[in-house]
């Protein structure tokens, strides 16, 4: 029934309890500053989110724009002519032992000899002229010749040798030949033998396989990212294999079955507190334990795994966590109605429900792993690596020390391959975090 009773306040008229429960309706002036007020808010939103997206445009644009070069390497196309006698051992017989002891930097000074005769009197011109091509560039023809001696051996053949960085620069237009040479890196005669290479047609450039397919290196042209990829995919799989396990396994015993006291909330504000520690912090307790007490080795993605699992274990804690808890009640009641003990109820109902949200939250915390970087350095994985590491005690640097390493070097050519390396690595991170919205919208279940 409505309810029709008069009430009578003191000193008024009688109101029903309908006239009762009315709102004053805003107008004129009021109305009108509540929109306005509502419109600066939208706006204020949308400035910021532009702003952001601007600085995010300019950061990634810089990080191209000095980065994108560094995939193409720069070579010269010289003839080169590979007698016979210089491949064969004592008995005239061409052998595996005798093309790994073949000079084959000879044969490339010898060219270039020839090319330019007036630098071959003086010693300082002859070093300028051996300086224009990689070092290692009698390495590559090496693996050239020994892949198909035939070839090569007893002719004269075509080969592409790689230019020094310092040329490579020039090539790339990152020096400035208007400047007084006492300002360059490459003098006017290197210019000059650089001028009559081009002129020819003798110099292009190619996409840079090198940087894929070889570790850290002295020289820019000949570094590589192979290295710290590998360390990098080896240390998050100690990290995976050590935090999850134990960060699903700590938060269904939180969330499903550890009772409600003082203790529990002091874990848990423990665990939401590690999350923010600095994680610098974990690499001084990752080399005062697993280094300096256990006697682990150093430098190896077996410890560099360690210390990025107890960064990674509060993120999955809590994921897991918030995925548990979105789980409906009526599962666990309906197993439990059925049954099933409250082992069974979670193994079997809750977890496999939830197991999409702790996967989103354990790639996520993986992904921050792979962007640490200060945790890593305390535990000598800063080294000089060539090596590309064959297992998880093996010395091992990874993608982002990779990155402030090469940051510290003062060549040209190895700016561009710092922002090269990041590019990997923002690639890599976008990957992961693509797959996290993946997983989280093919498995996602609306209750």
Do not use: C
Not at 24 to 37: D, F
Not at 73 to 83: P, R
Not at 405 to 433: H, K, Q, Y
């Amino acid at each position: 029934m409505t309810d029709t009773t008069q009430h009578t306040p003191p000193g008024g008229r009688p109101r029903s309890s309908a006239d009762a429960i009315k709102r004053p309706v805003l107008s004129g002036p009021h109305l009108a500053r509540r929109y306005r007020t509502e419109r600066i808010f939208k706006g204020l939103g949308l400035g910021a989110i532009m702003v952001a997206a601007l600085i995010l445009f300019i950061l990634v644009g810089s990080i191209v724009s000095k980065g994108y070069s560094a995939f193409w390497q720069s070579y010269v196309h010289i003839d080169i002519t590979f007698e016979r006698e210089d491949f064969t051992d004592e008995t005239g017989t061409i052998t595996e032992e005798s093309l790994a002891r073949a000079d084959y930097f000879t044969l490339i000074r010898g060219t270039l000899d020839e090319l330019f005769p007036e630098a071959a009197s003086d010693r300082q011109l002859r070093r300028k002229l051996y300086g224009i091509i990689s070092p290692n560039a009698d390495l590559a023809l090496r693996h050239q010749v020994e892949a198909d001696p035939e070839a090569y051996i007893g002719k004269t053949v075509p080969v592409w040798i790689k230019l020094s960085d310092d040329i490579d620069s020039v090539v790339k237009g990152y020096i400035d030949r208007n400047q007084p040479e006492d300002r360059r890196r490459v003098g006017n005669v290197e210019l000059s033998w650089y001028d009559s290479f081009h002129k020819e047609g003798q110099i292009e450039s190619f996409f840079n396989v090198d940087l894929f397919t070889h570790g850290d290196s002295r020289e820019p042209e000949e570094a590589g990212i192979l290295g710290a990829l590998v360390g990098s995919i080896l240390t998050l799989a100690v990290t995976l294999a050590l935090s999850f396990p134990v960060g699903v396994m700590a938060a269904v015993y939180l969330e499903e079955f550890a009772p409600k006291n003082r203790w529990t909330d002091l874990i848990e504000v423990n665990i939401n507190n590690l999350a923010a520690v600095p994680s610098i912090v974990f690499g001084l307790l990752g080399l005062a334990m697993f280094l300096n007490f256990f006697g682990l080795p150093r430098s190896a993605p077996l410890v560099g795994g360690m210390v990025l699992a107890l960064i990674t274990l509060p993120t999955i804690i809590i994921a897991a966590r918030s995925a548990l808890k979105a789980v409906p009640p009526s599962i666990r009641e309906a197993a439990l109605g059925i049954g099933a003990s409250p082992l069974q109820t979670v193994t079997h109902h809750v977890l496999p429900l939830a197991m999409p949200g702790i996967m989103t939250g354990t790639i996520i915390g993986m992904a921050q792993a792979l962007g640490e970087t200060a945790p890593l350095l305390m535990i000598g994985m800063v080294a000089f690596i060539v090596d590309i590491p064959q297992g998880f005690t093996d010395p091992a640097t990874v993608l982002p020390v990779q990155v402030y390493i090469w940051a510290d070097s003062p060549e040209r050519a190895f700016t561009e391959r710092t922002s090269a390396a990041i590019m990997v690595l923002l690639g890599v991170l976008m990957l992961m975090n693509a797959l996290a919205v993946i997983l989280r919208k093919r498995f996602e279940r609306r209750w």
